[in-house]
């Protein structure tokens, strides 16, 4: 089976820096994925990372380590807008991403 | 280009009633999955299709559920004799490949109530 846990919301100031955690255990491991999805929509693709280290798109960065079953999401420089839920998905042995139940991110001024 | 599109966007229901739910994916891919997402919670795989066939229906939560996919195109998903537990936004994605890191790309969702 399949499990991945994040934390379930988090708060923080625009401007700021958050770290979103995400621990997996999967049968498999074909790639790691974060999605953003606003409240009301459906969710849309930030990153892959299939190995370990730093991959870097603009504020957003996402780190995986896969020794260690963990991954986290990094956003930078905060925005209003980014007040989101941010969905980690794991693609295990069979290729299909399994989806943990999200991180509510809210940012206030 | 065109999106993921799904209808209809919102469905009431009746309990008892079957519904069908329709995805259209993004021309030229042969992976289609379905999802579905309750209230604050994270999103339930119910099938994946590759091409026309679906290696995968294991996250189908009972026998009332069921999808095809035909011209390795449109997906629908039908739901028999709804309950109220059915309640919940259904989501279609389709990626380029079924394998290796190809991004999913989502549809609208489908929004159930049963009532």
């Known amino acids: 089976g399949q499990n991945i846990d994040q934390p379930t919301e988090m708060t923080a100031t625009e401007g700021a820096i958050v770290q979103i955690n995400c621990t997996y255990q999967?049968?498999?491991?074909?790639?790691l994925f974060w999605y953003q999805q606003h409240a009301g929509e459906a969710p849309t693709f930030l990153s892959y990372?299939?190995?370990?280290g730093l991959e870097e798109k603009g504020r957003f960065s996402s780190f995986l380590s896969r020794s260690k079953g963990y991954s986290y999401l990094l956003l930078k420089e905060l925005q209003m807008k980014d007040s989101a839920s941010y969905l980690c998905?794991?693609?295990?042995?069979?290729?299909?991403?399994?989806f943990g139940r999200g991180t509510s991110l809210i940012v206030h001024p | 280009g065109a999106g993921v599109s799904q209808s209809p966007s919102n469905k009431v229901t009746e309990k008892g009633k079957d519904v069908e739910l329709r995805c259209d994916p993004i021309s030229g891919h042969t992976a289609l999955y379905w999802y579905r997402q309750s209230l604050g919670q994270g999103l339930e795989f119910l099938i994946y299709?590759?091409?026309?066939?679906?290696?995968?229906k294991s996250g189908l939560p009972s026998d009332r559920f069921s999808a095809e996919r035909t011209g390795g195109s449109v997906s629908t998903l039908t739901i028999q004799r709804t309950q109220q537990e059915d309640s919940a936004v259904y989501l279609c994605?389709?990626?380029?490949?079924?394998?290796?890191?190809?991004?999913?790309?989502f549809g609208p969702g489908t929004r159930l109530t049963v009532t």
């Open positions: 998905a794991v693609s295990g042995g069979s290729y299909i991403p399994t």
């Open positions: 299709f590759q091409g026309n066939s679906a290696p995968d």
């Open positions: 990372n299939v190995l370990d």
């Open positions: 999967t049968s498999g491991f074909n790639g």
């Open positions: 994605a389709s990626s380029l490949g079924g394998t290796g890191g190809y991004e999913q790309y």
